[in-house]
């Protein structure tokens, strides 16, 4: 019974994690990216960079000036998919 219960907690705890995925705006904060993709502030920030000089690595942003970049949510996903390994 206890690992059933274990079980079900880790189950809530995903749902829980997935609510808050799908609450997020079409638009969003390199914050809310970060939590979207379960990475780091940082890391979103090293692949803008990398993006910058013309690489692969990252998703797409749109930035809107000097000090607001955003991510379409959609842009997020689609980039996210194309590294499924099959």
């Not at 000089?53 to 379409?72: A, C, N, V, W």
Request: net charge neutral.
């Amino acid at each position: 019974m206890d690992q059933l219960t274990q079980e079900l907690r880790a189950l809530r705890d995903d749902v829980k994690a997935l609510q808050v995925k799908q609450s997020l705006p079409e638009l969003m904060t390199p914050e809310q990216c970060a939590e979207y993709l379960n990475r780091s502030v940082e890391v979103l920030y090293l692949w803008r960079k990398e993006r910058i000089k013309g690489e692969q690595s990252g998703p797409p942003f749109l930035h809107i000036s000097s000090r607001t970049i955003l991510y379409d949510r959609e842009d997020v996903l689609a980039w996210a998919r194309s590294h499924r390994v099959a």
